[in-house]
């Protein structure tokens, strides 16, 4: 198995200079999760607390969840330009974003339940996460290497915010349009049928070390429409009706 510094020293390398590498096989999802750190500790994404934006996700409630955090020079405001980022691929999730109103820690964190989650967004927006890999393999890497990978993520497009209002998200409506691909819709297809659904064990995750998620802190909570294929000089819309929209130039 690679050691947690030799897969630190893979993915720097494939951020310094654009190249993917062939994955590493790692040991379980806390050495995963020890190199996510290690990288954005590295890279300065952080400063002494937890990162600003991040992203949770999983197939279903029944899953088991993984999460990361998003680099700072990735995310971006709606429309935005991605013509210059150095991506291997482009993978198109539409998603829907949600930021925190007050701060959590482990304590709070550890007893929260749905409905508690629910009370603690103020806001939300369309979100548009492009999916990259810098793992030679992208999608058939290894699991591990994957979640050590940010989730496999490339880029994260934020929309207008808008109040959190609870409604009924099996009826939530959501199309994208990917260049000149006909517009795929969707109807409460996430695969949580709640995207709040993901803020209890988000939260656990980020606070159990003992830090405490500042408010504002915004997590986007997984895809509405599977991952679509994009390429580079395609234009990506999403819409959820009720909510907003978020565009971006790739």
């Known amino acids: 198995m690679t050691r947690i510094e030799d897969a630190v020293a893979l993915l720097l ?11 590493p096989e790692l040991a379980d999802a806390a050495t995963a999760y020890a190199v996510q750190e290690a990288v954005a500790r590295a890279s ?10 991040w992203k949770s996700g999983g197939p279903s409630r029944e899953a088991v969840l ?3 955090p998003l680099p700072p020079p990735g995310v971006w405001t709606s429309p935005a330009d991605a ?3 150095p991506f291997h691929r482009r993978g198109i999730e539409a998603e829907v974003a949600l930021r925190l ?54 880029a994260l497009v934020l929309g207008a915010w808008a109040p ?12 994208v349009r990917i260049g000149t691909q006909p517009v795929q819709a969707f109807r409460g297809s996430h695969s949580m049928a709640d995207p709040v659904f993901v803020l209890p064990a988000w939260l656990r995750h980020v606070t159990r070390l003992g830090a405490v998620v500042p408010a504002g802190t915004v997590v986007t909570t997984g895809t509405w429409c599977g991952l679509l294929p994009a390429q580079a000089g395609d234009e990506v819309e999403v819409q959820f009706d009720g909510i907003g929209t978020a565009r971006v130039q790739l």
């Open 13 to 23: 390398e494939a951020r310094r200079t654009g190249k993917a590498v062939a994955a």
């Open 44 to 53: 300065g994404w952080t400063g002494d607390g937890p990162a600003q934006h």
């Open 66 to 68: 993984a999460h990361a």
């Open 83 to 85: 013509r210059a980022w």
């Open 101 to 154: 109103r007050e701060a959590v820690d482990a304590s709070r964190a550890e007893r929260l339940d749905l409905a508690g989650a629910r009370g603690l967004v103020d806001a939300m927006c369309v979100s548009i996460e492009i999916v990259d890999s810098r793992w030679s393999a992208g999608p058939a890497a290894p699991a591990l290497a994957r979640l050590a990978d940010l989730q496999s993520h490339g």
């Open 164 to 175: 959190f209002v609870a409604r009924d998200w099996t009826l939530q409506d959501c199309r």
